[in-house]
């Protein structure tokens, strides 16, 4: 048997390794350590259905406790590492105990950006969405007819902004950007996305940055905006991204830069180390990226686990993302950094679209909005290393079957 393998981290990342290495029929011993109180749990649907009472958290679990006991992974909560002693190959935890590792990984995730408190961040009722003790919070603000500033247009963000109008809240959202999603979409999704939130009442003001909250007895009431706009609201929401978390990795000397740095295989500069999912900067097509989603937390963290069973397999990620918004499903195949042209195409029914980005001709991904033949034809043609054919995407009654033939 091999020696213990240390995760640290207890999120979807973290889970999936475990759970791959024990249907590998890996059987060392494998202790999972989580700051949070509460076991493994997906965080998609904490942000929609388990904020608006619609799910408990029981179903948003990966495995109850017994599966845990009963696949040896001794799982501790509400503890974290300290301090990594690569020499000693020990990690020492927050009251002072330390723990030995043949194997470590290090799958500690992100932590959303916040405030400075000297613009109002540490006002009372100035939330960010990203674990369960960020939705238990949002719970108790969550009610209809109270205002609500959204700040930041990315996806976090807009759906936020969803989510609250949907539960009867006047909400505002505002991006100093010159438009919304400008980091990570076309100017043609964002215009999409843009009417579908104003249809549904929320007011989306962009090219408009926040100045500072203000506070009554610790609690925000107003926003005062860089346009010199003063908004009255009840609570805000910040969604202006995440910081991977790589201190950890950092101070024990591993390679960093906006993220833990790994090569194809997960190892970080200490090959028995490993780092998976949102902290993990990886190799892609001869730079760097963190692909800051469910998808590639569950596909790295399995890819590290066959690595660790002995087999060097190089982990190709295949990026695909989704978010829904209102009674529209955005999806999302490949990653279009450094595109430098779009074609827009109708879809076969009212309100649906897609996007194909290219990059000096070659395709790199497609938005498919409520379109979900577009989403399966672009990511079967990524899978397969094809360009899809001009022709057919400029003609909105052709059948996009045709890419494929």
């Known amino acids: 048997?091999?020696?213990?393998?240390?995760?640290?981290?207890?999120?979807?990342?973290?889970?999936?390794?475990?759970?791959?290495?024990?249907?590998?029929?890996?059987?060392?011993?494998?202790?999972?350590?989580?700051?949070?109180?509460?076991?493994?749990?997906?965080?998609?649907?904490?942000?929609?259905?388990?904020?608006?009472?619609?799910?408990t958290f029981e179903r948003l679990e990966f495995r109850p406790a017994e599966w845990f006991a009963e696949n040896d992974v001794d799982i501790r909560l509400s503890t974290w590492v300290e301090e990594i002693d690569r020499a000693a190959k020990t990690v020492r935890m927050q009251d002072g105990s330390k723990l030995s590792y043949e194997k470590l990984v290090l799958a500690t995730g992100a932590t959303p950006r916040t405030l400075p408190a000297g613009i109002g961040g540490d006002l009372d009722g100035v939330l960010t969405v990203r674990d369960k003790r960020d939705a238990d919070r949002l719970m108790g603000e969550m009610k209809p007819g109270r205002k609500l500033l959204v700040i930041g247009g990315g996806y976090i963000g807009l759906e936020a902004a969803a989510v609250a109008k949907k539960a009867?809240?006047?909400?505002?959202?505002?991006?100093?950007?010159?438009?919304?999603?400008?980091?990570?979409?076309?100017?043609?999704?964002?215009?999409?996305?843009?009417?579908?939130?104003?249809?549904?009442?929320?007011?989306?003001?962009?090219?408009?940055?926040?100045?500072r909250l203000h506070g009554k007895d610790g609690h925000v009431t107003s926003a005062e905006l860089s346009d010199g706009t003063v908004l009255d609201v009840d609570f805000v929401i910040v969604g202006i991204g995440v910081t991977p978390n790589d201190r950890l990795a950092r101070d024990s000397g591993l390679d960093s830069g906006n993220g833990i740095l790994v090569d194809s295989y997960t190892r970080t500069s200490d090959p028995d180390i490993h780092a998976v999912g949102d902290c993990a900067s990886l190799p892609w097509e001869g730079g760097r990226v963190r692909l800051e989603s469910v998808q590639n937390a569950v596909?790295?963290?399995?890819?590290?686990?066959v690595v660790l069973t002995g087999e060097e397999r190089a982990y190709a990620p295949k990026p695909w993302f989704w978010s829904d918004q209102y009674d529209v499903k955005l999806q999302i195949a490949g990653y279009n950094?450094?595109?430098?042209?779009?074609?827009?195409?109708?879809?076969?029914?009212?309100?649906?679209?897609?996007?194909w980005y290219f990059r000096q001709g070659k395709f790199l991904a497609v938005d498919a909005i409520n379109d979900a033949k577009a989403y399966v034809s672009g990511k079967k043609l990524l899978d397969t290393g094809r360009e899809p054919d001009r022709t057919v995407l400029a003609d909105a009654s052709a059948d996009l079957k045709l890419l494929l033939a």
Do not use: C, W
């Open 1 to 55: 048997m091999a020696g213990r393998l240390v995760i640290v981290g207890a999120g979807q990342a973290a889970f999936s390794l475990g759970a791959k290495l024990r249907a590998l029929k890996d059987e060392r011993p494998i202790t999972m350590i989580g700051s949070e109180d509460v076991l493994p749990y997906q965080r998609p649907p904490l942000s929609k259905k388990y904020l608006m009472g619609e799910m």
């Open 337 to 355: 950094a450094g595109y430098d042209e779009t074609v827009l195409r109708p879809g076969q029914r009212e309100g649906s679209y897609s996007i």
């Open 168 to 211: 009867g809240l006047d909400v505002t959202l505002i991006e100093m950007a010159d438009r919304i999603l400008q980091r990570v979409a076309s100017a043609d999704t964002a215009a999409i996305m843009r009417d579908v939130h104003r249809a549904n009442g929320v007011s989306i003001i962009e090219k408009t940055g926040l100045t």
């Open 299 to 305: 596909d790295q963290a399995e890819a590290a686990a």
